[in-house]
């Protein structure tokens, strides 16, 4: 530590005001604070700082984030020996998933770093630190087979078009990561949608054992709705308790309600994550499939009969709660406004979900959606509050 | 003199409308011909290309008259109806009316080994808009010889392939058609299909095809189309043998 | 007669500082409908082109006779006029681009560009620098749109002019066309890019707060 200290002390005459090498300033600072509580006093009015400034908040998220990642690893393993017939250990399954996320993290860290940096330094403002915590959400919310370059184009792109141009850290009116995500399924839909991709190595087709099958449970659920039935890929039936712990193929990140609860506890202990969010879109979407659930009878869409509460424990609805919807910076801000995002976005999400038949998955469309109508849900929050405020104002005067 | 008064404003508008009306008139007439052919032409090639037949704008009226050398208006008991012209026929509309009153066209085409194909134009609807295309089969009435497909509006990557011959159309090619249990009264989604079109199911089975990965409700519009277009045809193929 | 730097003026502001795309902010939808090949935005540019030329010169012919009261309807049956028959031609020449181009040629009419075009200056000015003013409206038109198709056409098709000229090497590596770039929205981004660059580049362009 002392060591690091020595260095940035050194450094720092070079990149001050008059400094040689000013113009990396940001470079500089990025990486200072990350390793040291930022010195920096407030000189005008009244402010409280404390030791939680943003980065350290970012990287309380990305911890909260690591159960459900290294489930991921795991799991992604684990469907890969499932599908090519061998008999695994723990070990082998967890290095497996290790050689196949790594690489996604990397790419998607290499492409947002260099997005922030370059950004930086034409703006001549600070690194912002928001990409600690979309660089970790975009592996865990795309299949394992997507090739690399694939997720360095969709990060650099969801960056640029999703945050920088509108100002950067704080600005963005989209969730960068689901940007990402939004940008990969409509851009190269083969590589985000179909039942060959979410198991690793499936859609190279080698090795694979006779009549696996790599739908997720979602594409099963839509093809042939809920009959109790919901299977691997070798036609084992799943019970609740497997979907709920994970053991299901699906996006890396996504599969297990279990660990990214864990993460929900962490974000809430600490203040990070807001609860009003997460229940009311958990609500939001139990609305919306016990209201599917009744109307099954009446339609011949087999995936209505999927009971709601399956709904919260498959594909990415768990996530996207916790860790989607949640995001301070494009969700609505006022309290009551928080309520009514969050239930919309659930209820959405299963509309999207069930009624829409080209996307057996709902929530990235419903976060982003919602995402886009949080100033208007605030607004209006703010001029009710107004308009009584003022109708008791008023009555009081008289 | 005054631009504002409303004699003037009446005559100005008179003589304007009279003269765009003219000019309008004009070009239309005088162009109607070019454009009808091009519309006839570009049928041509499509009927040829689904008995595998390559051809240009400049040549395809040529092969037209040359391969295609019967074409017939049937109605639902499959009997030949002269009134109407097959080549005109719109199967937008035709689809829309009642089995009873429907007429579908059918042409006949020789090739140059001296077989005779059936081709027959199917019309349905894929996920997002219409799709399209012809099928031809061998003088059994049961094999595919070959098929095209066109759409409006699907996604691309996915639906859309549906248009494109070596991920699709192809493995239509030496399909057989089911008619056995094709029930004119159901919708085609309620009976068994006249050729499946399903995800993993077309290697080694004579009556399905392999939809494509992502693009289910596509494949299913197909197979949907299929049943619905070719199963009317089939009092028709009975007759015929 | 010959062209005064005035008359140039007509020509050149368009293409950049006058841009109606990236500054006027007009004629937006037809850039988003016909980007996604090259050809299909060449020949709208041009159809563009022609049409303002001729509804230009014709609404600066009659400018003086034109009653006041009717003048956007006389406008507007010459647009509409020159549109149809336009139509027509394309339909009879160019069968497969006219596919492509479908309602959108009709929906020139609509294009804010013309009026605009019409009503800001045929209606004030000789025919000469009307016509001007309509080949550096066109033309600045057409820049864009061209710039646009040849981004949409490469990234979403891997073409340039309906040839292939991303290698199939490429593909084979696991390279894959971008299907976003052929979807209406990203012309949309596309369009902001330029405009993005543009206002970098061209500071006096970004409009002030308040």
């Known amino acids: 530590m002392k060591a690091l200290r020595n260095l940035f002390d050194n450094l720092k005459p070079h990149v001050e005001k008059d400094g040689k090498f000013h113009y990396l300033h940001s470079t500089f600072d990025a990486f200072h604070t990350l390793f040291f509580v930022p010195n920096r006093v407030t000189k005008v009015g009244a402010h409280i700082r404390d030791y939680i400034d943003s980065k350290r908040s970012m990287a309380l998220v990305v911890l909260a ?53 370059t950004m930086a330094q034409i703006r001549g403002h600070e690194v912002n630190e928001g990409f600690l915590v979309s660089g970790m959400l975009v592996p865990l919310i795309v ?77 099963q659920a839509a093809a042939e709705g809920f009959t109790g039935t919901l299977h691997n890929g070798l036609g084992q039936a799943y019970t609740f308790w497997d979907m709920f712990l994970g053991v299901i193929p699906g996006s890396i990140g996504e599969t297990s309600t279990l660990m990214i609860m864990i993460g929900a506890v962490v974000l809430l202990v600490t203040g990070i994550g807001n609860w009003k969010i997460m229940l009311s879109f958990v609500l939001g979407g139990l609305a919306m499939g016990l209201l599917l659930n009744g109307l099954a009878g009446y339609s011949d869409n087999a995936y209505m009969t999927l009971p709601a509460h399956y709904h919260l424990v498959l594909g990415g609805f768990a996530f996207g709660a916790v860790f989607m919807v949640t995001d301070p910076v494009s969700a609505a801000q006022t309290d009551k406004g928080k309520w009514i995002y969050g239930f919309l976005a659930g209820f959405f999400s299963i509309m999207i979900r069930v009624l829409n038949p080209a996307y057996p998955e709902g929530v990235m469309l419903s976060i982003l959606l919602m995402n886009v109508f949080a100033p208007l849900i605030d607004h209006y929050v703010i001029q009710g509050h107004i308009k009584r405020r003022l109708a008791r104002a008023t009555a009081s005067a008289k | 003199m005054d631009t504002n008064s409303n004699s003037y404003i009446y005559i100005f508008s008179s003589v304007m409308v009279i003269i765009v009306a003219a000019a309008l ?58 009134a109407v012209d097959p080549f005109t026929i719109d199967m937008k509309a035709e689809l829309a009316k009642s089995i009873e009153e429907r007429h579908m066209p059918v042409f006949i085409a020789k090739l140059d080994d001296g077989s005779t194909k059936t081709i027959i134009p199917v019309r349905g609807t894929g996920l997002w808009g219409p799709i399209w295309g012809y099928v031809s089969l061998n003088d059994d009435n049961k094999t595919i010889y070959g098929a095209v497909f066109d759409h409006k509006s699907e996604t691309p990557g996915l639906g859309a392939e549906i248009s494109s011959y070596d991920q ?74 | 007669m010959a062209l005064t730097s005035k008359d140039l003026k007509l020509v050149t502001n368009p293409l950049n500082m006058e841009n109606p795309i990236t500054v006027q902010v007009l004629g937006i939808c037809s850039a988003l409908a016909i980007t996604v090949q090259m050809k299909s935005a060449v020949v709208m540019a041009l159809s563009v082109t022609v049409v303002l030329i001729f ?34 031609i394309l339909k009879a020449y160019v069968y497969d681009v006219s596919k492509q181009l479908s309602v959108f040629v ?47 056409e490469l990234l979403g098709s891997g073409k340039i002019w309906g040839y292939q000229v991303v290698p199939d090497a490429f593909y084979e590596m696991g390279y894959v066309n971008n299907g976003l770039m052929i979807l209406p929205p990203m012309a949309l981004i596309t369009v902001g890019t330029i405009i993005w660059v543009q206002r970098s580049r061209y500071k006096q362009l970004i409009e002030q707060n308040g």
């Open chain 2, 25 to 82: 008139s004009l070009a239309a007439t005088g162009l109607k011909e070019r454009q009808d052919k091009n519309v006839e032409i570009e049928k041509k090639q499509n009927l040829l290309s689904c008995v595998l037949i390559e051809s240009t704008v400049e040549d395809a009226e040529a092969k037209f008259d040359q391969h295609i050398v019967e074409k017939y208006t049937i109605d639902h008991q499959g009997k030949v109806v002269d």
């Open chain 2, 168 to 241: 699709f159309q192809k493995q239509f090619e030496g399909k057989t058609i089911e008619l056995g249990s094709y029930d004119p009264a159901k919708e085609a989604k309620q009976q068994a299909p006249v050729l499946a079109v399903t995800k993993g199911m077309g290697e080694g089975n004579p009556n399905a095809v392999d939809g494509i990965s992502g693009g289910t409700i596509t494949s299913k519009g197909v197979q949907y189309m299929l049943t619905d277009c070719l199963g009317f045809f089939s009092p028709y193929f009975n007759q015929t043998h």
């Open chain 3, 106 to 152: 009709g929906l020139i009419i609509t294009n804010c560009i013309l009026m605009g075009r019409l009503e800001a200056f045929a209606m004030g000015n000789k025919p000469l620098p009307s016509v001007l003013d309509a080949i550096g409206n066109g033309a600045g038109y057409g820049v864009i749109l061209i710039i646009v198709a040849f981004l949409r």
């Open chain 3, 55 to 88: 509804s230009n010169l014709i609404t600066s012919l009659l400018r003086n006779t034109i009653p006041n009261r009717i003048r956007i309807i006389v406008q507007l049956t010459i647009v509409a006029a020159l549109v149809i028959i336009v139509d027509q």
């Open chain 1, 65 to 117: 984030m690591m159960p459900a990642l290294f489930f991921g690893i795991w799991n992604v393993g684990y469907h890969h020996y499932l599908a090519t017939g061998v008999e695994a250990t723990f070990m082998m399954m967890f290095l497996h998933g290790l050689i196949k996320v790594v690489p996604i993290i990397a790419a998607s860290y290499t492409a947002g770093l260099a997005v922030e940096f």
């Open chain 1, 143 to 219: 299949p394992v087979d997507v090739p690399l370059w694939m997720v360095f184009v969709a990060t650099a792109f969801a960056l640029l078009f999703g945050k920088e141009v509108f100002g950067g850290t704080g600005m963005n009116i989209l969730n960068p990561a689901l940007t990402a995500r939004a940008f990969l399924f409509f851009a190269y839909p083969a590589q985000m949608s179909g039942d060959f991709i979410w198991i690793s190595g499936l859609s190279a087709g080698e090795g694979i054992v006779d009549g696996f099958s790599g739908a997720t449970c979602l594409a």
